[in-house]
């Protein structure tokens, strides 16, 4: 495994290289690199020579007498299970495993979020439809609700640890007007069983996003400087894993995640997208739009580098991805003060030529 000599191949080897006249056939190049360099005997390795071990693979039973089939096939199937088993102990990529699902989770946390506090505002808002327009915020409104429960209470309710003064007051004048219907004991309780639900997947959120930050901060620091946590991780679960992103080109990491669009503008012959998941980025989004394609084309190539410093550099700092992303801010600086001096330029001209006119 790995290239790597065990202490029974050795024995064998040493024997081989006083009577072999002719290179040794090998199945894995690294393993006859160093098998010429410790033992200086000459190796092979090509398609003819893994054309060669898939013959005595699959004629394995003639080769060895006295072995049953049944128990051939057990011994395969063992050893393609160690060998799974230590490949994915072993496995680079399975750091990344974590930022998948974790990513992953967030983005079916906050779905399931919508839908339960979108849930929770309607059937409260038969009771008492004025709060919702009054608590913008989804967690203040579940917060308050479990707090206060039915609509009679809130003349008598402390919010001043969830609402500002002013709010507060308009709730409670609210409450006493309000058009909503009277419901049971019993809707209510289901109600702010659904309010903590809310609640605590919230802070199960809030707690799953450090770890997330934690976790890019420390598999791709680089990555997380250029595009953000969120989208580098979204990169990296689009890929697969942090390898598989570093092989892409900055090209393909631009239009990374808009594969739908692609296929079908080249399809029907129209523009192809100019960004998919990295449009999400922080400095794409602090882009004007005109100037929005050249940012994403430029922040890609930038986060191809940082991407293949992360997958393949020894150094864990972020300073090669702090450096990048600075340039790319005065970039960006530039390209906005070059449209405003264009636009202010054309304004000068056009009020010099009106004044020469009413000279005339």
């Known amino acids: ?107 079916d946390l906050d779905k399931e979020l919508n839908n339960y506090i979108m849930r929770c505002r309607e059937w409260y808002g038969w009771h008492f439809p004025e709060l919702g327009k009054i608590i913008s915020d989804n967690l203040t409104y579940c917060k308050c609700l479990q707090k206060v429960g039915d609509r009679k209470n809130y003349a008598t309710a402390k919010l001043s640890e969830l609402l500002p003064e002013e709010v507060e007051a308009e709730v409670k004048a609210a409450a006493e007007i309000s058009m909503g219907t009277e419901v049971s004991e019993e809707d209510i309780c289901n109600i702010l069983h659904l309010c903590t639900q809310v609640i605590e997947i919230s802070e199960y959120r809030t707690q799953l996003y450090e770890y997330l930050q934690n976790r890019m901060m420390a598999i791709a620091p680089n990555v997380t400087v250029m595009v953000g946590e969120l989208v580098g991780a979204r990169l990296i679960a689009h890929a697969g894993s942090l390898l598989n992103l570093a092989k892409h080109a900055a090209s393909t990491v631009q239009i990374l995640g808009a594969e739908k669009a692609l296929f079908r503008a080249l399809k029907s012959r129209r523009d192809t997208p100019k960004y998919g998941l990295i449009y999400h980025a922080s400095l794409v989004g602090q882009t004007s739009p005109k100037h929005k394609g050249k940012i994403s084309r430029m ?61 005339r």
């Open 1 to 107: 495994m790995e290239g790597k000599i065990n202490k029974q191949l050795k024995k064998v080897l040493k024997k081989i290289v006083k009577e072999a006249h002719e290179p040794l056939a090998v199945a894995d190049a690294k393993l006859g690199g160093v098998i010429k360099e410790k033992l200086n005997l000459s190796c092979i390795h090509s398609p003819v020579v893994n054309e060669l071990m898939r013959g005595i693979r699959s004629q394995m039973d003639g080769l060895i007498p006295g072995v049953e089939p049944r128990e051939m096939a057990a011994m395969c199937l063992g050893l393609a299970h160690s060998l799974s088993r230590y490949r994915l102990k072993f496995s680079a990529d399975k750091v990344d495993t974590m930022i998948v699902q974790a990513i992953s989770l967030l983005d």
């Open 299 to 359: 922040l890609a190539a930038k986060t191809v580098l940082a991407i293949r410093y992360d997958a393949f550099g020894e150094d864990s700092s972020s300073a090669m991805g702090v450096e990048n992303r600075a340039k790319l801010e005065a970039r960006l600086r530039t390209l906005e003060d070059r449209g405003i001096r264009k636009i202010s330029g054309t304004g000068k001209a056009l009020a010099k030529a009106e004044k020469y006119e009413h000279k």
